[in-house]
T-cell receptor, first 115, second 109 residues
């Protein structure tokens, strides 16, 4: 099983450029989410989705857009990159179920540098 | 707002020792508590998931416990090995995962 696949693994952007970080899962999970990980800050939730066509904001959504047109894919778009968005980005997925969620699986991350 | 704390931030122990990592959370209305391992420059690997109705889970040398009423979870590692060196993260799961900042574990050969 591929699990959760993120592309690209590394990216350097110039300030003001836009790009899309890709995330795909092959486990038929309803729940998908994006996190950023910064030193001393831990992982913080950017956006999440409980199913195709449904998205919501997390803790740090500013500067990012998401959409969920299929169960498998959950891309994260940076509209106009800023140096403050330099971080490591992780995508995760899990089943939603009555009363909770099952085990969450993470991709290997995208290391983004904005110069 | 859920807040998750992990203490200590870093821990070094000699190989072979048993050790306990701590995780505390402020809101006991969680679905699950999940423990992860992260190696430098890598993604998160799930170690154990404890559902809210459970008290503990075991996998090999790892045992995780959950006490919702006190807002605490512990990860017990038996007979530690150098390969256990990594950062260990816990996450409280309600509508989303809320992470602690992790414990960086070093096992000294």
């Amino acid at each position: 099983n591929a699990g959760v696949t993120q592309t690209p693994k590394f990216q350097v952007l110039k300030t003001g450029q836009s790009m899309t970080l890709q995330c795909a899962q092959d486990m038929n999970h309803e729940y998908m989410s994006w996190y950023r990980q910064d030193p001393g800050m831990g992982l913080r939730l950017i956006h999440y989705s409980v199913g195709a066509g449904i998205t919501d904001q997390g803790e740090v959504p500013n500067g990012y857009n998401v959409s969920r047109s299929t169960t498998e894919d959950f891309p994260l778009r940076l509209l106009s990159a800023a140096p403050s968005q330099t971080s490591v980005y992780f995508c995760a997925s899990s089943y939603s179920m009555t009363g909770g969620y099952t085990e969450a699986f993470f991709g290997q991350g995208t290391r983004l540098t904005v110069v | 707002k859920q807040e998750v704390t992990q203490i200590p931030a870093a821990l070094s122990v000699p190989e072979g020792e048993n050790l306990v990592l701590n995780c505390s959370f402020t809101d006991s209305a969680i679905y699950n508590l999940q423990w992860f391992r992260q190696d430098p420059g890598k993604g998160l690997t799930s170690l154990l998931l404890i559902q809210s109705s459970q008290r503990e889970q075991t996998s090999g040398r790892l045992n995780a416990s959950l006490d919702k009423s006190s807002g605490r979870s512990t990860l017990y590692i038996a007979a530690s090995q150098p390969g256990d060196s990594a950062t260990y993260l816990c996450a409280a799961v309600d509508e989303k995962l809320t992470f602690g900042t992790g414990t960086r574990l070093t096992i000294i050969p």
